[in-house]
């Protein structure tokens, strides 16, 4: 074998390694006892700098190796000091757990990029979006393999979950004012359960930001929530995923 071949071939073995499909974001949360969706962040436009040595090789792995369900990164560099190359990195550590893609996602160019660093799901944000334009790259999503949380934050916006994503989020936070209320989660659970249709193949209820204690996902989840995305919490402690295994043995 010449050492053309050689290359070709060790390509195309990269390139099944990043078509394969990736763990499922849904499952993992149905199948999960606890649904924590553990969240890589190191800098938030409210609050500086949350942890700014924060390392992708080991904060990921170190969340899957103390009971995450799921990974949220984020891969925002100018406003939340993130990077795509953040999400390769922890895959590349060892964290095979599914990887939400948590950036604000505006052009498909941006679901190509979450394929290939290798994520689970993509984040759609209603406020962000139409209707027309999340609806298009939903399906792009799903086309590319990729599961879709899709995000809304109030009554306006739950008619998006028309478009039958894999999982719903409400996010506690104005991303407007950037105020948190775990109420918010609450008040629209039922509305967005009835935008959202029923049957097995309803998507997985998540509540985003704010979660800051065990009885927050116990109520949670007698509400109806499956998932709980849950970032600073744990990042701002000294050790994010001793932070997770002991929130988790408190719920």
């Given at each position: ?15 099944e390694?990043?078509?394969?499909p990736k763990?499922?974001?849904r499952q ?52 939340f ?26 052009h498909e ?20 979006l ?31 979950a ?11 936070r104005?991303l ?25 193949e ?21 509400a109806?929530f499956r998932g ?19 929130f988790?043995s408190?719920?």
């Open positions: 074998m010449d050492i053309l071949q050689e290359i070709i071939k060790h390509k195309q073995l990269e390139v390694q990043m078509l394969a763990p499922s974001l993992a949360l149905l199948e999960s006892s606890t649904g924590i969706i553990a969240e890589f962040k190191r800098r938030s436009p409210s609050k500086g700098w949350i942890k700014e040595d924060g390392r992708p090789d080991l904060i990921p792995l170190s969340y899957q190796q103390n009971g995450a369900a799921a990974l949220s990164i984020l891969t925002d560099e100018h406003y000091g993130g990077h795509d190359s953040y999400i390769r990195t922890a895959r590349q550590s060892g964290v095979c757990l599914p990887i939400l893609y948590k950036n604000f996602v505006i160019s941006q679901l190509y990029a979450a394929m290939l660093c290798g994520a689970s799901a993509i984040l759609l944000i209603a406020a962000c139409s209707k027309k334009d999340c609806a298009s790259l939903l399906d792009k999503a799903h086309a590319l393999g990729m599961e879709v949380l899709l995000e809304v934050h109030s009554d306006q916006e739950l008619e998006y028309e478009l039958h994503p894999d999982l719903c989020g409400i996010n506690n104005n407007g004012s950037f105020h948190t209320d775990v109420e918010n989660s609450f008040r629209l659970a039922e509305k967005l359960r009835e935008a959202c249709g029923c049957g097995s309803a998507p997985v209820l998540v509540s985003e930001s704010g979660i800051s204690n065990p009885e927050n996902v116990r109520a949670l989840r007698q109806g709980f995305l849950i970032g600073e919490t744990f990042m701002k402690t000294p050790n994010p995923g001793e932070a997770l295994y002991d988790i408190k719920i």
